[in-house]
């Protein structure tokens, strides 16, 4: 019985990851956004490719990076914004992090407006949250390394953040808006995604 139970199960696999990209696909009301400008405050050099996924190559010097990221799109009733961290083989320990086990952390995440107001954020949820270093510390003004939200004990695969706004948002056409990131780093956390 022991031998049936730990058999693989490659059908059951393939019916699993079959289900997972269904749900993914299924989310029709996330936009994904272009970027128009990306600053590091560090100058660390920033590039995008032809699916928008935003790479930091290197560390910065000192430990500690900004990066804000201008999107200039239509935005009507923003209800929120999904940041995703993802996996790849470039990355120690495949990432999402730069950590050599794929950790990072997210110190700070806060967005502004064409005018440069600040946006409200009433809260935030991960795909998974490491032991004290929940999604909520990103949103929390604290811009400590030992502070935000990390994934240490699920690395190697892709992670999300979700940021909900106070207030639903409505821009106008090609209006900017500016994500603002802050890694941090510590003894054991990655500097960036």
């Known amino acids: ?9 490659p059908a059951l696999a393939a019916q699993w990851e079959a289900a997972a990209l269904a749900a993914i696909a299924a989310e029709t009301n996330w936009t994904a956004l272009a970027p128009d400008t990306m600053v590091s405050e560090a100058g660390v050099k ?10 930091a190559e290197g560390d910065p010097k000192a430990g500690k990076d900004t990066y804000r990221i201008t999107i200039k799109a239509d935005l009507k009733d923003l209800a929120g914004l999904r940041l995703e961290a ?3 083989n470039k990355l120690p320990g495949h990432g999402p992090g730069r950590a050599a086990d794929g950790n990072f952390v997210l110190t700070e995440f806060s967005v502004e407006d ?15 949250e490491a032991a004290g270093f929940p999604a909520t510390a990103a949103l929390d003004g604290n811009k400590e390394a030992a502070n935000g939200w990390a994934i240490k ?6 992670q999300a953040i979700y940021f909900m706004v106070k207030e639903k948002r409505t821009s106008e056409p090609n209006s900017p808006l500016t994500p603002t990131l802050s890694p941090g780093r510590g003894r054991s956390f990655g500097s960036g995604f």
């Open 153 to 158: 004990g699920v690395t190697g695969v892709e």
């Open 114 to 128: 064409a005018h440069t107001n600040r946006i409200e954020l009433a809260e935030a949820t991960a795909t998974f």
């Open 1 to 9: 019985m022991e031998q049936d139970y730990e058999a693989p199960r």
């Open 46 to 55: 920033l590039s995008v490719d032809t699916n928008h996924v935003i790479s």
């Open 86 to 88: 993802l996996s790849g």
